[in-house]
């Protein structure tokens, strides 16, 4: 019964999330690209000495990051096409942490890698899997306040699976936040605003396979990803 009310619950919010995006796409994009239309047109009438110049240019700033996010928005309705081929997992994860290097530097946070041995090919989509382990790193990176930080990736076998991890040294996610961690445009202290995570699981979950989260506050928090090593695309 409690695997029927999770589907069930799972469903509604799939629901939820198309009529979002529905609602988004046709309420919100339109508006603005006016704005940013008019407020760049603007921008370019006033002197370089006029004090209002600078906010037309930080309304111009805002309106691309809404924009921005309204393509993820549309982008979570168009997944669905996978593009599969076997792939090593420890390659993806290395792509994606080289593109994070240079943050990660500054910021005084310590990547750090542990791969089991002789890990297989799976069939994987590889721009996708990219995506949702950079959002999982974002998110790691973002949540980094103490003096100790630190992201650890893991991939090894598990049951018959590939599991990969994700944890870091941050804040944590509160008890009563966990459960809503994945749900589009949730809005947290830790995590958040965004996408990326709804992005990751919708990845996830296009390739047959799981995430779920541990988390203590204070402590941090593990993003747990689990792929089917033998599905109906795997290698």
Known sequence: MKAEREGIEEKERAE???KMIDAAAHEIRNPLTSIGGFTQRI??????????????????????RL????????????????????LNVRNIINDVVEIFAKEAAEKNIKI????????????????????????????????????????KIAAYI????????VSD??????????????DPLFTSKIYGPGLGLTIARR????HRGTISVESEQGKGATFIIMLPLKNSGAI
């Open 158 to 165: 598990s049951d018959e699976h590939l599991q990969i991890t």
């Open 67 to 86: 924009e921005s996010m309204i393509r993820r928005i549309v982008d979570l309705k168009t997944m669905g096409v996978l593009r599969i081929e076997p």
């Open 203 to 206: 990845i996830i979950q296009e």
């Open 16 to 18: 939820s999330l198309e």
């Open 43 to 64: 921008y370019k009438r006033l002197s370089d000495d006029d004090p209002n110049k600078e906010y037309a240019k930080m309304v111009i700033e805002d309106v691309a």
């Open 112 to 151: 750090a890698l542990e791969f089991a041995e002789n890990l297989p090919d799976i069939a994987l989509d590889k721009n996708k899997m990219k995506a949702a382990i950079a959002n999982l790193i974002k998110n790691a990176i973002e949540a980094m306040e103490r003096e100790h930080k630190v992201i």
């Open 169 to 182: 040294t941050g804040k944590g996610i509160p008890r009563n936040k966990i459960q809503y961690i994945f």
